[in-house]
């Protein structure tokens, strides 16, 4: 079984191989030991990625919008992922991103999942019919179970969540009240007994 650091290592050297920056070839790298970290096949759909990229030029986008489109040919996931990873904070104002056809939609996730821990907000990344929940770049929920090579994606849709507790105000509550009866009262003794509170110099 490869380790994730050669995973890395040769994600990164193919990256630059295939004509993309030092810098970018280094995000790739760190992204692709992501994927394969929580179960994705990584490698496999950025190997294939790398061989449909000889024959066809996909689409460059640098400045991302609440809607894009593509002109002619699906979107370069990388340099989507990577312009979305830089303007992040922006975006996150506009609440809801979609894009219109981005080629090996697998390789575009690891971007936005960084973009979670970077904004400190929860991600909902949907490709087609399948979903991912992005949390803080820590973990993924999805209904993606395949090991599988992913395309494209025709609808991407990027949402994202306000940060709320998970519990009602009356469960906060309960739960407080029940924790302070770990409280103890200070009494003389507790004093008298407490760090630094003898009396006696035993130097």
Known sequence: MKSLSEIDTTSKRAS????????ISEEVGKNIRMLEMFGLPGIKNLNDYYK??????FENINIINADNKTVKTEFCPIIAGTNFLDQAKFLETLKEIKFHKIAYPLLF??????????IGKRILLKLD???????????????????????VATNVFVEFIQNSDSFSEMDWKELYKLSENTFVEETESLKQSGAGAGLTDND
């Open 16 to 23: 630059r191989a295939a004509g993309y920056s030092w810098g």
């Open 52 to 57: 449909k990229k000889k024959e066809r030029k």
């Open 129 to 151: 019919e399948n979903k991912f929940l992005l949390n803080f770049n820590n973990n993924i929920y999805s209904n993606f179970l395949k090991n599988e090579i992913l395309e």
């Open 109 to 118: 996730l690891p971007f936005i999942s960084r973009t979670s821990e970077i």
